[in-house]
C-alpha cells in the first residue's frame, strides 16, 4: 500500500493530527514515546493522546519498558501496518453498502421525489404528501423531480469504489 494511502486512512479513522505521527512513525519499530515528540516536535501529551487514538484503532501497538536511570516506565510503540489493509478493506465495505442503500431508495422511487423551490428539501412521495407537497421549512410548494441524475451518480460511485 502506497504511503499517500496509509497517510490519507490515518486522517479519515484517527484525525489530521495523527498524520505526522503515522508519517514517521510507519516505517520504525520501538520507538519510544519522547522520541516520537522531539522527531515530530510535537508535545508529549499530544503523542500519548494521538498514539492511544491509533492503539484504540489498533494501528499501533507498544510495550513498556522501565528507564534505568530516570525510574520510570516509557512506551515504545509500533505501527501495525496490516491494520490499514484490514480498515481500508472494512471502510470501502461500509461505503459501499451505504451508497447501495441509497441507490435502492432511489430506484423504487423513480422520478417520484420532490424538491423544495428553494432546494431547502428534498422528499420521498410519502412524506411529501404528509406535508401536503409544501416545504415544512420555508412553505414553498415541492416541485416533482426526476432523480435519473442522483441514480446515475451512485451508479459511477459505487463502480469506482468497487474497482478502488
Ligand atoms: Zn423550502
Not at 37 to 59: D, F, P, S
Not at 62 to 88: A, H, P
Not at 96 to 103: F, G, S, V
Request: charged residues 35%.
Amino acid at each position: 500500500m502506497s504511503s499517500k494511502k496509509v497517510l490519507e486512512l490515518t486522517k479519515e479513522i484517527v484525525g489530521e493530527d495523527a498524520v505526522k505521527i503515522v508519517d514517521y512513525l510507519r516505517d520504525k519499530p520501538n520507538i519510544s514515546e519522547f522520541k516520537i515528540a522531539e522527531k515530530t516536535k510535537t508535545e508529549i501529551h499530544e503523542v500519548r493522546n494521538i498514539l492511544y487514538r491509533l492503539h484504540n484503532h489498533n494501528l499501533a501497538t507498544y510495550i513498556k519498558k522501565k528507564d534505568r536511570q530516570k525510574g520510570w516506565y516509557i512506551s515504545y510503540w509500533t505501527f501495525n501496518k496490516r491494520r490499514v489493509r484490514e480498515l481500508t478493506d472494512s471502510l470501502k465495505t461500509q461505503k459501499l453498502e451505504k451508497y447501495k442503500y441509497r441507490l435502492s431508495v432511489e430506484e423504487a422511487n423513480k422520478n417520484n421525489f420532490f424538491m423544495c423551490s428553494n432546494a431547502c428539501i428534498r422528499l420521498d412521495f410519502q412524506s411529501a404528501t404528509e406535508h401536503d407537497f409544501k416545504c415544512p421549512e420555508c412553505g414553498n410548494l415541492l416541485n416533482q423531480m426526476d432523480n435519473m441524475k442522483t441514480i446515475e451518480f451512485l451508479k459511477v460511485k459505487i463502480k469506482e469504489l468497487a474497482s478502488a
